[in-house]
Every structure is written in C-alpha cells, then in structure tokens.
DNA sequence: TTCTATGTACGAGTTTCATCGTACTGCATG
DNA sequence: CATGCAGTACGATGAAACTCGTACATAGAA
C-alpha cells in the first residue's frame, strides 16, 4: 500500500506550531468549531472525565492516555479521544509511540467563553 | 382503563408552583440536573434554536410549540420538546389544549453559569 | 532481531437517537 | 353532535454512536 494511509476527516486540516514539538494531529480550526459539536463531544461522562482531568492536573502540558487511569479497552479509549480532537476540544501530538492530549484552552474560551469552567466544576454521578 | 394514564419518568417529580399557573409537567428538579444530560439536550441544532428562540424572544413568558415556525412534522417537535424538558432545560406547561414551554433560566444559571449565554450568542451553520 | 509498550484500524454487536406516519385525546365552536 | 385544532402516544425505520475484541504498526531497549 501507499504511503499515504491517512484517511482526511472532513473540513479538518493541520494547522502549524511554532515551536519544537510535533505536529498536531488534523483538527479543526478555531473558526469552525461548533457549539453543537463541542457539547455533544462534552455529553459524556467518560470525556467529560478526560477533559476535566487535564484542566485540573495537567501542570501545564499534555499527557499520554495511559496516564488518566480510564479503566477501559485501549480501542475505548482512542475511540474518545478521537471524538474529543475531531470535535475540536482537544490537541494530539504525537510524541514517538505515544500520542499525547491537551485541552485547546485558548480557542475554546475564546469561541465559547465559560464553557470550561463549566467542566472543571463538574463532578462524575455519586456511585 | 383507570384514570392513572400518566407514565413516570424515573427521578423526574413535579414540582409546585406559587402563581395560578397550570401545574408545569414532569421535569428534574434543580438539584437533578446533569451537566452531561443538559449539554446533550443543546448538542441538536434544532433543540439549540428552539432555546435560543426562547432566550431572545420569548417577551417573559411561555409559548406554544406552534409558535417557533419550525417545519417539521409534530410529532417530531413532541420529540424534541419532550427531550430538552426532561434534561432540565425547559419547563412545560399546560394551557387548555396548548403546551407551552420556557426556558429555567434561574435554574440553569444557578447550575451552569454562563451556559446559557453560549447558547444564546449561538448561530445556526450557514445554508 | 526479538520483545515489549503505546496506540491505531477495522469490524461486529448493541444501544441509543432522530425522524416521521398514523391513530388518538381533549377542548372549543358551530 | 360533528368538526377542527394542538399536541401526544406508539411504533417502525434508519442512522449514529458506544463498546470492545482482534489484528496490526512502530519506537525503543535488551
């Protein structure tokens, strides 16, 4: 097969960085996120859970998925985190084997302001 | 058949009301209400215009369904309506043979503050 | 090179949801 | 009483989405 194995998801496209790290991978842009989108991608515990634990304990950068503790199968897990990315809530890097994710602060409280707070205050169902 | 025809939703009580308004329909109370149930009820296009319609127009009261424009069949509206009472957005209620909606404003601000200015700041996708 | 660890891709089973047609209820009016 | 009207209830259909097992790809270390 060709080297060309990426499958392009639709109006999602790579945007540059300055710095050293790797390049994100293919989300969308500030100005096409959606506030449809970006809630049905928060309408789940489990994300919710994975959102608001790199707002709470990130210490300022990204962080592999093994590090959340989810207890789940490892295609669970890339299936929410690719639903999280492609709906623009967060950016993957990919750091050699690992593929490392962060909250798109700055463009989430600049599109919808509040929102994140919003999910840091949440707190998982009793029991 | 008996005169009990109503079905309970589970966890969902009526509460009471001050004024000589008809009684509001089955609905979560405050304290219910789930960060991730309420975003899934505004991840709808559709459901997102009916609140914010009610956010922006609704002149301090309630409105029938009939009163949104909106051109689908009605028992898909029932549908809709149904979903955003039942996650706490709205509250219903019965006037004769109309059922009337509004937004919980205080509920939702005291619950989420600010969720309701996104979706009032909210426009649909162009075409 | 082989082994391990991280994570993806694919596909199947299941569930949930949106949509909508049809039949029905209940009030109001002639 | 008959009709019209607002809206529900129910059921069927089809499309997403969640869950997860399995197989695969790749980087790094022994």
Chains 1, 2 share one sequence.
């Not at 985190?81 to 798109?104: D, M, N, P």
């Amino acid at each position: 097969m060709p080297s060309t194995t990426r499958r392009a998801a639709a109006a999602i496209k790579t945007p540059a960085e300055p710095e050293g790290l790797p390049q994100p991978l293919p989300e969308p842009p500030v100005g096409d996120l959606r506030l449809e989108t970006v809630l049905g991608a928060l309408s789940d515990p489990l994300r919710l859970t994975i959102v608001r634990k790199l707002l709470l304990e990130s210490e300022q950068f990204d962080h592999p998925c093994g590090w959340f503790g989810l207890d789940r199968p490892k295609s669970s897990l890339t299936h929410h985190f690719k639903a999280l990315r492609e709906a623009g809530v967060t950016r993957q890097r990919q750091y050699g084997l690992e593929r490392r994710s962060q909250v798109r602060v700055d463009d989430l409280n600049e599109r919808f302001p509040g929102l994140l707070d919003l999910v840091a205050a949440w707190m998982p169902e009793p029991q």
